[in-house]
């Protein structure tokens, strides 16, 4: 069947996306707590990140690190924080969350609200980072 993330790595629903490997996927989450919150997700289905295998997990780091220095010279912010918690969907993943302080990666914030338009355009200034 495969969760909202393996449809969304096979096309079958739409995102944001930043970038993709033969690995890896990242997309803007479409529920963020900040502008340029995106995921980091392994196209190869996994519940629960420390179950990775030991060299694709350092990879999925690296990729990580990869997105966020794209994030940090499109979106003001102090750091790109990185948070995983793995309950919201079955398929491992990482957030890359732009922030000014240490409470902008509260998940009971509020979370911001975005047009098509300004995701489209965030999209596209992360990418045009690299």
Known sequence: M???FTKIIKGEI???KIDENEKFYAFLDINPLTRGH???IPKK???YLF????TTL???IIYSKKIAG????AISCNRVGLMVIGLEVPHAHIHLIPIQKEGDMNLSNKRVELSKDE????AKEIKSNF
Do not use: H, N
């Not at 794209?70 to 010279?73: L, N, P, S, T």
């Not at 995701?119 to 965030?122: P, V």
């Open 2 to 4: 495969g969760t909202i």
């Open 14 to 16: 739409p995102s944001y």
């Open 38 to 40: 995106t995921l980091v």
């Open 45 to 47: 289905e996994v519940d």
């Open 51 to 54: 179950d990775i295998d030991d």
């Open 58 to 60: 350092s990879e999925m």
């Open 70 to 73: 794209a994030i940090k010279k």
């Open 119 to 122: 995701f489209e355009s965030i």
